[in-house]
């Protein structure tokens, strides 16, 4: 099993920073692409960033230039830093990663608990 856990959710003023890390752990043997998703209350669940194993980035138009995605291989884990915030940033950010594990074969998608980014106004 693998598991992706989330941190560096809170509240921040308009215009702040903020960054969120998510650190994979479990039966992994390798660590395909990465994202970050967002879900605000009573909308669907959107791709905020992505990135391949190399390194290969994609962003949502509407946080490119404030959002920054990146990842450390070596740490199984990946990063948003998130500057210029807005209140329409506020909703609950998931981390997904597809997954390569040991033994099963394939490629498997997981996904975080979630953790919580208000940007206050």
């Known amino acids: 099993q693998v598991q992706l856990v989330e941190s560096g959710g809170g509240l921040v003023q308009a215009g702040g920073s903020l960054t969120l890390s998510c650190a994979a752990s479990?039966?992994?043997?390798?660590?395909?692409?990465m994202g970050w998703y967002r879900q605000a209350p009573g909308k669907q669940r959107e791709l905020v960033a992505g990135i391949t194993r190399d390194g290969t980035t994609n962003y949502a138009d509407s946080v490119k230039g404030r959002f920054t995605i990146s990842r450390d291989n070596a740490k199984k884990t990946v990063y948003l830093q998130m500057n210029s915030l807005k209140p329409e940033d506020t909703a609950v950010y998931y981390c997904n990663a597809d997954v390569t594990t040991w033994g099963m074969g394939g490629q498997y998608n997981y996904w975080g608990q979630g953790t919580q980014v208000t940007g206050s106004s």
């Open positions: 479990g039966n992994i043997f390798r660590i395909n692409s």
